[in-house]
């Protein structure tokens, strides 16, 4: 945030925390390389990082086409070719993680510690760790992950994490109570309501169930609603439920009155 000529706040950068780095830095770049790409004279005074990141546009460019050819082993080679202030730099970094956390867990697992070294108490690893295959199946740590991230960021969407998270410990009601805190500060997110849905009929609590579909309903109103559950004994309980049937029948009557929409029944994904 910063203010313009009349004392007025506004915004003056953006920074997409997933990104890492201000929406006018990467601008910046993509002009940088577009220039240079154009040959533009204006490059040609360039001098420090900016120099080395006209000098490297080849090797950029054949890292992109890499990339885009699902080619990633070589990709992450051409990057550690890269010229060192180039290739240290956190969006450079940050690439090659992505690209590592898919190609080799053990090599993931060294970027990390590189990254840590070069960028300490970044955000970004946290990040990482949320989808850090060395994690999966470590509740404890990923909560941990979590909860370093929420203190930085506090991200009501970070409850839905954290529900993720007791549902593979087990803890459903645990994961309740943070899918509905993030209802609370968010009720238009679509996941929470899912998952206390699917948690519902579950549980065979179909008037729980049915009061999330209302709920749902109400917050996205006219918009068509297509139940989709898994095929089952508790499903087929639910469809067979006499408050289903009632909330649905409920769906029905007004299309059958004024034409609005009408609530898709059940289907298996």
Known sequence: MGRNGRNEAVIVDLLPFREGERLGESMWRVFLLAAAERGQC??????GPERDWVEELPRLRRIERLLGADQDREAVEE???LAPRVRGDRF????RL????????????LGLVAFEKAFP???L???FALDNPLLRGDSAAMMEAIDRLD???GDPYLHHLRGQVRLDQDDLEGAKRSFQKVLEAEPALLEPHVELLRLAIEEADHAGAVRLLEAMERQWAGSLMRVRIEDGPVARAFLESAEYKGWLERQRAPKARDGGSEVAGPAVP
């Open 151 to 153: 203190r930085r960021v």
């Open 98 to 109: 992505e690209v590592l956390a898919s190609l080799d867990e053990a090599e993931y697992a």
């Open 79 to 81: 990057m550690d070719r």
């Open 125 to 127: 690893l946290d990040l």
């Open 42 to 47: 204006l490059t040609r005074r360039l001098r």
């Open 121 to 123: 108490k970044d955000p």
């Open 92 to 95: 450079i970094q940050r690439r």
